[in-house]
């Protein structure tokens, strides 16, 4: 989560019905737990085992089939990565649409 979506966020939460402090808290813990997942220190891990694969491999066969190849993992983990982003904005807005409904219905 960047900084400057923290406090909307934050705002977000307290206008469904939690108090300030319950609403840093999970931001807080959205941050610990999703953002870490999100970022793309993973593409960058894999761009470097290729950087070294690449040198290893003896013929340039094999070195261009070894880039495709590596191209089209890296290309599937930037996928995983926005799906992971889209499905944890969908998670946060249908909990924030339950609290909101919930601020107005309250169980009895």
């Known amino acids: 989560m960047k900084a400057e979506e923290v406090i909307p ?4 939460l307290e206008h469904s ?3 300030r402090n319950e609403a840093e808290t999970v931001v807080g813990e959205l941050q610990k737990v999703v953002a870490p997942l999100v970022t793309k220190d993973g593409v960058a891990k894999l761009e ?4 070294r694969l690449e040198r290893s491999m003896a013929t340039k066969d094999d ?7 590596m191209a089209t993992k890296a290309d599937v983990a930037e996928m995983e990565t926005r799906l992971f982003r889209s499905l944890a904005a969908i ?3 249908t909990g924030l649409f ?3 409904v919930l601020r107005f219905f309250p169980p009895s």
């Open 48 to 51: 470097r085992s290729i950087a």
């Open 63 to 69: 070195l261009e089939k070894l880039q495709q190849a």
């Open 91 to 93: 998670m946060l807005g």
């Open 17 to 19: 019905g939690m108090t």
């Open 9 to 12: 966020a934050t705002h977000r």
């Open 98 to 100: 339950i609290l909101s």
